[in-house]
């Protein structure tokens, strides 16, 4: 740019200027329609008031904000204490995303590991095993899921028929089976970053540690893991996001005990039942758990490698 | 196959190999190999890129299974031990330091794994860098040092937990022509200094020559010669050894005549030379013959019986030396070597000069193939 300023005047920055304005453009409207608008409008709709039967009524309110935190008895005329019900399903979300991304990490890594590991020939096959499952829509396979669990299903009959079991496991409609549910949905979101990153780990380094007398485990734990750790994050953070605000795996393998935050803002919107400005609070509530949340982490993470960690 | 260790073995010889073979599915990368490791010995793996050079130390190191044969460290087997069971450490050719350690951690690595305490292993770690003269650097990452800065670390590191044998893999080959050569001389002190006996891998013959106190010069999978630098430099046992170390002059010539251990040789165009006969080439063998080209030199008439006459193609100016081209009267190219320190005893002559070319005794080899 400062070459093209000294040559050609200022009309070959112009023309830089001009032409990145240009090219950026698509990116900048796909943003702003995609992500940008869609949140304005819930953060705006979460300040509106309910109308019957779904929809809004374009005044000004916070009542669905005190809906979220505040009980206020049944005719809405009592003190205000705080409202439980809602921040306990956020907290069971908070739980349960969190133990279906631990269950992904732990049945992922080694996935990933496996894949990166293969002859170089390979590893696109085995990439593209992986993702087959993912061709189906994500409803089918969790009701194929829910299917398999139940407590006549396969894996029953065949716990049964092998002895292990007298009789069925009931698994569909627990909290388990709603993390199962998402380890399946989101599995390969954890696999795709950790596999990325083991393909460019320099095998070398294992070789260095054993050669200094470290055992397998130790290399993995001091070597291996430190130089693959931001797939792990990676891979960590696009299974929990999702997984908080899913409401598939949780409705059809978890029923009404095990209600998550995504099921009680699709509720809000469903038929003429909803409440659209406290579905939309509730978006708004855990956009910013989910942000507060990743920077907690990146700060941590920024605290530990200035360290020396 | 496995003879028993002497205890005199057990002192003297570090590493062992015995009929070692590494076959991969078809492809047999070693076939074979037997070698004894003196202990406290400076030892070069020498040969092309492929020959097994590599291979041969990686199974020392135990980052590759032997498929025949056996391994044995100071009499103990250890072919079947992971390499984190083996008391050797490994200089890596791309240094293989842990980018997210500081330096000290780096060499402190190694002791920590042998149980010392992070302290004591930390203490260690800087005399060590203090050895290598990176004290200053010890807080940094390895990303932030030059190549040679890293290679040194490299080095620390696997002498840090007191190897019984220190395997270094082409660890110079990434550094530039003059730093390499005062790493050399480096390397070659800390292996007197520490007393550590030392298996290092080049494909550089000047390297190898200049630091082993023992070479074995390798190809194809096979062991060509086992020898002193002087030994395979000078007496080099066949033609690839010959034409791999140094620069020489390789002839086809037939053997005439066999007289008190002398062999008379045509060379073509009339030619004749004699040199030391070799058991097994008889008369009437058609061989090849080295002649090195400092061990010649020209003059314009005949010193000896044995001037070949030719006319000079060619001077090359190399700095120490003058290489000349000498094309022998319908006979093969010649090319004499003249230090230029010696150039007030021995002639230089202009090219298309007709003149001698004349050989130091002893100076020609016949070899067996």
């Given amino acids: 740019m400062a070459a093209g300023a000294a040559s050609g005047g200022s009309a070959t920055t112009d023309t830089y200027k001009e032409a990145r304005t240009w090219l ?43 809906q979220f935190f505040f009980d206020r008895g049944l005719f809405g005329d009592d003190p205000p204490k705080i409202e439980w019900t809602y921040i306990a399903i956020f907290w069971r979300s908070i739980w349960q995303a969190g133990a279906a991304t631990l269950l992904s990490l732990v049945i992922g890594f080694p996935t990933a590991y496996f894949i990166a590991t293969r002859a170089e020939n390979m590893r696109p096959v085995w990439v593209f095993l992986i993702t087959i499952p993912y061709w189906v829509n994500l409803l089918i396979r969790t009701v194929s899921m829910k299917f398999l669990l139940r407590d006549q299903g396969p894996l029953n009959d065949f716990l049964i028929n ?69 797939g792990v994050i990676a891979g960590c953070i696009l299974v929990f996001v999702p997984s908080m605000g899913s409401f598939l795996a949780p409705d059809l393998l978890g029923g009404a005990k095990n209600f998550m935050i995504g099921s009680l803002i699709e509720e809000q919107f469903k038929g003429n039942a909803g409440n659209w400005p406290f579905g939309a609070a509730a978006s708004m509530i855990l956009l910013t758990m989910v942000l507060i949340i990743l920077m907690i982490f990146a700060r941590q993470q920024a605290k530990a490698e200035k360290s020396g960690g | 196959m496995l003879r028993e260790a002497h205890l005199s073995d057990k002192e003297n010889i570090a590493i062992d190999v015995r009929d070692a073979v590494k076959r991969y599915g078809d492809f047999t990368a070693l076939k074979k190999i037997s070698l004894s490791i003196m202990d406290n010995e400076f030892f070069t793996l020498l040969g092309p890129s492929g020959c097994g050079k590599t291979t041969l130390l990686r199974m020392i190191a135990g980052f590759e299974d032997v498929t025949e044969g056996a391994i044995f460290l100071y009499g103990d087997e250890i072919e079947n031990l992971p390499p984190n069971k083996r008391p050797v450490n490994t200089v890596f050719q791309n240094y293989a330091l842990f980018p997210h350690m500081t330096i000290l951690d780096n060499v402190a690595f190694g002791l920590e794994m042998r149980g010392a305490s992070k302290a004591d292993a930390r203490t260690k770690a800087g005399e060590m860098l203090e050895l290598v003269q990176l004290s200053q650097f010890s807080a940094r990452k390895p990303s932030q040092l030059s190549g040679g800065q890293q290679q040194r670390v490299a080095l620390a590191r696997a002498l840090a937990p007191q190897p019984k044998v220190l395997l270094l893999d082409e660890p110079l080959s990434a550094l530039d022509l003059k730093l390499r050569k005062a790493m050399q001389l480096e390397l070659k002190h800390l292996q007197r200094e520490t007393g550590i006996t030392f298996i290092f891998v080049t494909h550089d013959q000047e390297e190898a020559l200049t630091m082993s106190d023992r070479i074995a010069v390798m190809s194809a999978g096979e062991m060509q010669q086992l020898g ?133 005794r002893g100076a020609a080899r016949l070899l067996a193939d």
């Fill in chain 1, 162 to 230: 092998i002895g292990l079991i007298d009789s069925p496991l009931h698994i569909v409609n627990t909290n388990f089976a709603v993390q199962l549910g998402l380890f399946y949905s989101y599995l390969p979101f954890m696999v795709l970053p950790i596999y990325a990153a083991v393909e460019r780990y320099n095998f070398n380094l294992s070789e260095a540690a054993a050669d200094l007398y470290a055992s397998k485990w130790t290399t993995l734990r001091r070597i291996l893991l430190p130089a693959v750790k931001p």
């Fill in chain 1, 24 to 66: 950026l453009l698509p990116a900048w409207v796909t943003l702003c329609i995609l992500i940008l608008a869609p949140v304005l409008m819930m953060l705006v709709y979460s300040f509106l008031t309910k109308e019957f039967r779904g929809g809004v009524i374009w005044e000004f309110s916070l009542a669905a904000y005190d």
């Fill in chain 2, 228 to 360: 002193s630098p002087t030994d395979i430099y000078e007496r080099p046992h066949n033609m690839f050894v010959a034409d791999f170390i140094g620069e020489t002059n390789l002839l086809e010539v037939s053997v005439d005549g066999i007289a008190d251990g002398r062999a008379t040789c045509h060379l073509g165009g009339g030619h004749e030379l004699t040199c030391n006969a070799v058991d097994g080439i008889g008369v009437g063998s058609k061989v090849h013959m080295s002649i090195r080209p400092e061990r010649l030199y020209m003059s314009a008439e005949p010193t000896a019986s044995e001037g070949l006459h030719g006319r000079v193609k060619d001077n090359i100016f190399v700095g120490t030396d003058i290489t000349t081209i000498v094309q022998l009267d319908e006979g093969p190219d010649f090319v004499v070597r003249t230090s230029n320190s010696d150039r007030g005893n021995k002639r230089i002559f202009e090219p298309g000069t007709e003149m001698f070319v004349n050989m130091e």
